[in-house]
């Protein structure tokens, strides 16, 4: 049984300031918590269930400590509903130095609020091979538990650097390309994309603020063929950074 003190901590890093003072942060789910477990996390605790324990037991490295404990507990410590494997506190990563030169690719979100929405984002920059993702000082937080539950385990692989994005790309190395994701963009159908640069998508009802967009030199927008007015901005960069990487061969 988890100690109310425990139950206590966990709970107070469902929110930002604790999260910061402390500088960790919550896994949840079985998905997520192994792909913790086999990264460079450096794990502060394991709660896990019986059920997950004989399922996953063979996956956990040798003198990996836990403490066994109900899907009750879990529930009553994280933010899931419902929750019959695991639960993982762990320290935030220390990131390198960011250094982004002709060739590389990222992606970067300017005021992104909605931690579902950066959760999937990382996934999708996972899927591609992208390792690092910038973020305007106000996206949601990369360790809020939604947006680590949103990433499918892909937190682990994909770091993400929160600066003055305006200033960053102002101060980018002359003759990197700049994407901005707009409505009044050239067709990106009709363009010959290639991986390197930086593609920028906004908010997700502002779209991209003046100060950002003024650092942008391409626009491009996805070809509507039905009447939706506008497309969900997870979906929009899967699409986006999907049509740069059909032509690299792979």
């Known amino acids: ?81 419902s929750n019959n494997a695991g639960l993982a506190v762990a320290h935030m990563r220390q990131l390198p130095n960011l250094a982004f030169k002709s060739g590389n690719f990222t992606i970067a979100l300017d005021d992104i609020r909605d931690p579902g ?5 990382i996934r999708i920059a996972d899927w591609y091979g992208i390792q690092n993702i910038i973020c305007s000082e106000t996206c949601a937080d990369f360790y809020n538990p939604k947006t680590i539950s949103a990433t499918m385990g892909s937190f682990t692989r ?44 906004g908010n997700e009802a502002n779209g991209i603020r003046p100060e950002v967009a003024s650092e942008v030199n391409h626009l491009i927008k996805i070809p509507a063929f039905g009447k939706a007015e506008s497309l969900n901005v997870a979906t929009a960069t899967a699409i986006i950074i999907d049509n740069f990487m059909r032509h690299t061969g792979i």
């Open 1 to 81: 049984m988890l100690s109310k003190a425990i139950v206590k901590y966990v709970n107070a890093l469902q929110v930002k300031k604790y999260r910061n003072q402390h500088q960790a942060f919550v896994v949840e789910g079985a998905k997520s918590v192994l792909e913790l477990l086999h990264s460079d996390f450096e794990l502060q605790h394991l709660f896990i269930t019986e059920e997950f324990l004989q399922e996953h037991g063979n996956r956990l490295s040798k003198g990996t400590p836990y403490e066994l404990v109900t899907e009750q507990d879990l529930t009553k410590a994280g933010t899931f509903s």
């Open 117 to 121: 929405n950066l959760g999937t984002i």
């Open 158 to 201: 994909v770091k993400a650097y929160y600066l003055n994005l305006g200033e960053w790309l102002r101060e980018l190395p002359v003759g990197i390309p700049i994407y901005g994701a707009s409505l009044e963009g050239e067709n990106l159908h009709q363009m010959q994309l290639q991986p390197n640069g930086v593609v920028v998508m």
